[in-house]
C-alpha cells in the first residue's frame, strides 16, 4: 500500500504513537502534535486516532492543508472563512451563521474566535476533534505566523473558559516546530503532547514482512 493506510488494512502496523494518540484525543481540551519525515505514516495515524474519538462520541473536524486550493491560501480573510464554513458545516449547524459573524469590521481571527466561542462551542455539546493535516503547506503563505498564534490562542483559552475544554487540536507537521514559527510562545507546536513517529523495531518489520507473505 501507497499513502494514507486506510483503516482496515491488514498491513497497518501499530507503534506507541497509536496508543499514545487514541488517550490523548478523548481527554478534555488537548492540544497534540505528530511530527515525522515524509512517508512515515503521520497521516495514517491521524486517521486512526479521529476514528477512534469519533467511536467515542466526538465530532470530527479534518481538514488536509494539500488540498486547499491556491487561491484560497492568498489572504487570511479568505482561508479563515473558508476553515469557519468547514467547521460549521462538518458539525450540521446553521452555515448563516458564518456570514452574520463575518460582518463588521473586526480581523477575520477575531471573527472566527467569535464565531467558535458565541456559536460553534454552545451549540455542541459533544467533543471536537479539529485535525489539520499536513500544516507545513501554510508556510507558503504570509500569514502563517498569524494563523499558528491563533491556534495556541485557542489552546490558552482552556484556562479562561471552560467552553475550549470541548474543543481538541491534532496538527500534523513534518517541519521541526521551531521553523514553523521564531516566537515559542505563540506556537501551538511545543504545548500539549507532541509525538514523534519513530522508525519499525526489528519485530514491527518481522510482523510486516509476514503480513506480505514472507517476500
Same mark, same amino acid.
Given at each position: 500500500?501507497?499513502?494514507?493506510?486506510?483503516?482496515?488494512?491488514?498491513?497497518?502496523?501499530?507503534?506507541?504513537?497509536?496508543?499514545?494518540?487514541?488517550?490523548?484525543?478523548?481527554?478534555?481540551?488537548?492540544?497534540?502534535?505528530?511530527?515525522?519525515?515524509?512517508?512515515?505514516?503521520?497521516?495514517?495515524?491521524?486517521?486512526?486516532?479521529?476514528?477512534?474519538?469519533?467511536?467515542?462520541?466526538?465530532?470530527?473536524?479534518?481538514?488536509? #492543508?494539500?488540498?486547499?486550493?491556491? =487561491? /484560497? !491560501?492568498?489572504?487570511?480573510?479568505?482561508?479563515?472563512?473558508?476553515? $469557519?464554513? *468547514?467547521?460549521?458545516?462538518?458539525?450540521?449547524?446553521?452555515?448563516?451563521?458564518?456570514?452574520?459573524?463575518?460582518?463588521?469590521?473586526?480581523?477575520?481571527?477575531?471573527?472566527?474566535?467569535?464565531?467558535?466561542?458565541?456559536?460553534?462551542?454552545?451549540?455542541?455539546?459533544?467533543?471536537?476533534? #479539529?485535525?489539520?493535516?499536513?500544516? =507545513? /503547506? !501554510?508556510?507558503?503563505?504570509?500569514?502563517?505566523?498569524?494563523?499558528? $498564534?491563533? *491556534?495556541?490562542?485557542?489552546?490558552?483559552?482552556?484556562?479562561?473558559?471552560?467552553?475550549?475544554?470541548?474543543?481538541?487540536?491534532?496538527?500534523?507537521?513534518?517541519?521541526?516546530?521551531?521553523?514553523?514559527?521564531?516566537?515559542?510562545?505563540?506556537?501551538?507546536?511545543?504545548?500539549?503532547?507532541?509525538?514523534?513517529?519513530?522508525?519499525? =523495531?526489528?519485530?514491527?518489520?518481522?510482523?510486516?514482512?509476514?503480513?506480505?507473505?514472507?517476500?
Amino acid at each position: 500500500p501507497g499513502g494514507v493506510v486506510k483503516l482496515r488494512d491488514t498491513f497497518y502496523i501499530e507503534r506507541q504513537a497509536d496508543a499514545q494518540l487514541r488517550r490523548e484525543v478523548v481527554k478534555a481540551g488537548t492540544t497534540t502534535t505528530i511530527r515525522a519525515s515524509r512517508q512515515t505514516g503521520k497521516s495514517s495515524l491521524l486517521v486512526r486516532g479521529v476514528n477512534h474519538a469519533r467511536q467515542n462520541g466526538a465530532k470530527v473536524v479534518s481538514l488536509d #492543508l494539500q488540498r486547499v486550493d491556491s =487561491d /484560497r !491560501l492568498a489572504t487570511p480573510d479568505l482561508f479563515l472563512r473558508d476553515l $469557519a464554513e *468547514l467547521i460549521v458545516r462538518k458539525l450540521r449547524l446553521d452555515i448563516s451563521e458564518v456570514e452574520n459573524f463575518w460582518q463588521g469590521s473586526l480581523g477575520s481571527q477575531d471573527k472566527l474566535t467569535y464565531l467558535m466561542e458565541d456559536y460553534v462551542l454552545p451549540e455542541t455539546d459533544t467533543p471536537i476533534i #479539529l485535525a489539520l493535516d499536513e500544516v =507545513d /503547506r !501554510l508556510l507558503q503563505t504570509p500569514f502563517h505566523t498569524d494563523f499558528f $498564534a491563533l *491556534l495556541r490562542s485557542w489552546h490558552n483559552s482552556r484556562a479562561l473558559d471552560e467552553q475550549w475544554d470541548n474543543f481538541n487540536m491534532v496538527l500534523v507537521i513534518s517541519t521541526e516546530p521551531y521553523l514553523l514559527i521564531d516566537d515559542v510562545n505563540q506556537s501551538p507546536f511545543n504545548v500539549g503532547l507532541k509525538i514523534y513517529l519513530e522508525d519499525f =523495531d526489528e519485530a514491527q518489520v518481522h510482523d510486516l514482512n509476514q503480513r506480505h507473505g514472507l517476500p
